[in-house]
């Protein structure tokens, strides 16, 4: 049996798409190998997650989803695994994959070795190639609870009664993972924003007709080395936190102090939403405090206003854009298309 430390070499594996049996179709050989080794094993998957696929995009984008992560599955199983293993997809109704491994009663490493490693292995293989399952109904992926049991083949129940227990055991298991890994995801977020551990690029704004840089528009990132270093990631796990508006505070915050080396007479494009009129901080007196300190003049400030999230009364929002203008500053529309009302955005702002 190849060591459950091997890892996945996820430059030269591609994740296969595998079409999985049902469970229930395959009860008959379970309890049959369950019967003759004495000893079963159970590792699940928890692909509740991918239900949202559906939801979204149908049943056929949910079919080629949860086939690619069987392979994935497969694979991992393949990498750590050389004996008697049967890989099912769960019980009509639960989104989940089910490894089940029938060793003989005499085996001792099969507990505290063998199912430990296959679950770290599919865990590798699911922060490595999970993305590819995903892609491209989720930003990021979600996360998918891993859990195991064990059951030794007692004669004075029934094959079938052991199997559904240990699944139930398993499933749990799983369960009790996926939230103890959200907490530590949300910990380590929340720790990220109050800290304010959020830096910005500069990407420079390029006018095609005379070759010059116009602008530089401030872009998010978190810290280097972990997760949320991508902005993706980054506000993927915003909104599922519900801190969309102190991230997007926060990203504001950084793109002004480190707007401090941009070369003069170019002009700084900021993405905000549109709640973030709601800020203190984004007031005009703070603001141009805050500007000061960056040696920015209101003019050279563009406001880019994400579409991702709808203005909920423009002529709020308007009263406030004017008393913006007047100082100096202007606005512009971000992911026009990709919102809420962008012919209304155009025709009420005029960016």
Do not use: W
């Amino acid at each position: 049996m190849t060591a459950a430390t091997d890892r996945i070499d996820d430059r030269t594996q591609e994740t296969r798409p595998a079409v999985l049996p049902r469970l229930g179709e395959a009860i008959p050989p379970i309890v049959q190998r369950f019967n003759r080794k004495g000893t079963l094993g159970v590792v699940l998957l928890d692909a509740s997650p991918l239900a949202k696929i559906e939801r979204s995009y149908g049943y056929d984008a949910y079919l080629r989803a949860a086939s690619s992560l069987g392979g994935l599955v497969r694979d991992a199983a393949d990498e750590v695994l050389d004996g008697d293993e049967l890989i099912v997809s769960g019980e009509t109704g639960r989104h989940e994959i089910v490894i089940l491994l029938f060793r003989d009663m005499r085996d001792g490493q099969f507990y505290r070795s063998e199912l430990p490693g296959l679950l770290r292995a599919l865990q590798r293989a699911i922060e490595q190639r999970g993305q590819r399952v995903v892609y491209p109904y989720f930003r990021k992926v979600p996360i998918l609870g891993t859990g195991f049991s064990a059951a030794l083949r007692n004669p004075y129940f029934g094959a079938e009664t052991q199997l559904r227990d240990a699944l139930e055991e398993a499933r749990g298991d799983a369960q009790l993972s996926a939230r103890c890994e959200a907490r530590q995801r949300r910990k380590g977020f929340l720790g990220m924003v109050m800290a304010e551990e959020v830096t910005s690029v500069y990407e420079p704004i390029v006018d095609v007709a005379t070759k010059t840089v116009f602008g530089y528009e401030a872009l998010a990132r978190g810290p280097a080395g972990t997760e949320f270093h991508s902005p993706e990631t980054l506000f993927a796990t915003a909104e599922e936190e519900s801190f969309v508006f102190e991230l997007d505070c926060l990203c504001r915050k950084s793109g002004l102090n480190g707007a401090i080396g941009l070369p003069s007479d170019t002009t700084l494009f900021l993405n905000v939403r549109p709640t973030t009129i709601h800020d203190p901080n984004f007031r005009p007196e703070a603001l141009i405090r805050t500007l000061e300190q960056s040696k920015l003049r209101p003019s050279d400030v563009v406001f880019e206003i994400s579409e991702k999230e709808s203005i909920s009364n423009f002529e709020i929002f308007k009263e406030i854009r004017d008393e913006y203008r007047k100082l100096g500053f202007r606005f512009a529309l971000d992911d026009t298309g990709a919102g809420y009302a962008s012919l209304q955005a155009v025709i009420e702002l005029e960016p």
